[in-house]
Structure formats: structure tokens, C-alpha cells
């Protein structure tokens, strides 16, 4: 029984059991993780029926995504895990969405695009599921300005699928796949793919009289 959660582009929360997707609630809203989080959990784990000690394993997006919307779903994630004494789950959000655009049946390769803010585009390539129905990630994620991003990627020319959420229930599934099969999965790190917005200071500075 995995909850999943996701806050890397809207809030993403779903709760999956052996594929199938119990619940799943979303908020596209991209400002309002923290407000909005909480009550999708609990919302998922009363529209499956099932009670947070159920729960075996929490699924984590760890983006790519904006600094300050992507760490609230990492801190909800391993709240739920260090307070339920089970395993963190940490996966890449865009498996998810390349997961969901696949299993409509999709077979070409495709480029996966996420909003980075600040006139600037997350990407990661795919050129299909493999054996085990698991996205095959051939590049990313990446970070390119907009209108930058590579038409071509090791030879292929893959379809550009822009999304703007995240299906938490997609990226439980594809985590119940790689526990099944025995697949490593992510580091457990925050993917930013670049430096925030706010840096230290330098220290204080010299007043001239």
C-alpha cells in the first residue's frame, strides 16, 4: 500500500495498491503546496478506505522543480514516513508523466517539460517502457531555457509532452514496479538543477563617511 506525493508543478497526492490507483487527488494550483497538502492526504487515504497505519511505503517527487514548492512534498513525504516507521521512496516526477503518456498506449520516444520558472524549462527524454513497464529515461533531467530544448536527443526525435502536473498515482505505480523487479531507486536529493534565488551574504558592508 504506497502513498505517493508529489509538489514539484501543482500537489499530487494517491494512494496505489499491487497497480491500481485507489485514490488520487490533485491541486494544479502552484502556489499553495503547504496550504493544500495535508488535506489531500487525508483526503486519499479516505476516499481508499484505509488508514494511515496501512500504509507500507511513501513515494517522494523530488522533481525536478522550483525550490520552494518541490520541498514541500519532500518534508510531507518523509513526515509520513519517519511518524509511520516506513520506507521513503524517492523518484524522479517526470517517470511519473512519462509513465501516464505511455500506458495510453504511446510507443515513440518522448521529451517530458515541466515550467522551471524564470523563462526556463525542466526536460528528460524517453524512449518507451521497457520489460517491466518502466519508463526508459535516456537523458535528464535537464534544465534549458525556453525554446532551447533539444529536438533531437541521442539520435532520436522524440514528441514534446508539456505537462503541468505531476501524477502522484503514475509515479506509485512505477514504484511498485521497481520493487517488484529489484531496481535501485533515486538518491534521495532534491533535484533543483540549479542554485535558489536568495544567496548569503557576503558579510556586512563597509560604510564610508
Known amino acids: 500500500m504506497i502513498l505517493a506525493i508529489d509538489t514539484s508543478a501543482g500537489t499530487s497526492v494517491a494512494v496505489?495498491?499491487?497497480?491500481?490507483i485507489l485514490a488520487e487527488?490533485?491541486?494544479?494550483d502552484?502556489?499553495?503546496?503547504a496550504e493544500v497538502v495535508g488535506s489531500?492526504?487525508?483526503?486519499?487515504?479516505?476516499?481508499a478506505g484505509i488508514a494511515a497505519a496501512e500504509v507500507?511505503?511513501?513515494?517522494a517527487g523530488m522533481g525536478p522543480g522550483p525550490f520552494t514548492?518541490?520541498?514541500?512534498g519532500i518534508a510531507a513525504a518523509e513526515a509520513f514516513s519517519v511518524g509511520a516507521g516506513i520506507p521513503l521512496l524517492p523518484m524522479v516526477s517526470h517517470d511519473g508523466i512519462a509513465a501516464a503518456h505511455f500506458e495510453t498506449g504511446t510507443q515513440s520516444a518522448i521529451t517530458v517539460v515541466t515550467d522551471a520558472r524564470r523563462r526556463e524549462l525542466y526536460w528528460s527524454t524517453y524512449s518507451g517502457l521497457n520489460a517491466n513497464g518502466l519508463p526508459e529515461r535516456v537523458s535528464g533531467p535537464n534544465l534549458a531555457k525556453a525554446g532551447e530544448v533539444p529536438t533531437?536527443?541521442?539520435?532520436?526525435?522524440?514528441?514534446l509532452v508539456n505537462a503541468t502536473e505531476v501524477p502522484a498515482g503514475a509515479l506509485a505505480v512505477v514504484a511498485e514496479r521497481l520493487l517488484s523487479t529489484g531496481h535501485a531507486f533515486e538518491r534521495y536529493e532534491a533535484l533543483y538543477l540549479r542554485s535558489p534565488d536568495i544567496t548569503l551574504s557576503n558579510g556586512p558592508k563597509r560604510v564610508v563617511q
Open 56 to 59: 507500507t511505503a511513501v513515494v
Open 25 to 28: 487527488h490533485s491541486v494544479a
Open 30 to 33: 502552484t502556489m499553495r503546496h
Open 69 to 72: 514548492g518541490l520541498r514541500v
Open 40 to 47: 489531500l492526504i487525508l483526503e486519499c487515504l479516505a476516499s
Open 16 to 20: 496505489v495498491d499491487d497497480g491500481r
Open 152 to 159: 533531437v536527443v541521442l539520435g532520436i526525435s522524440p514528441l
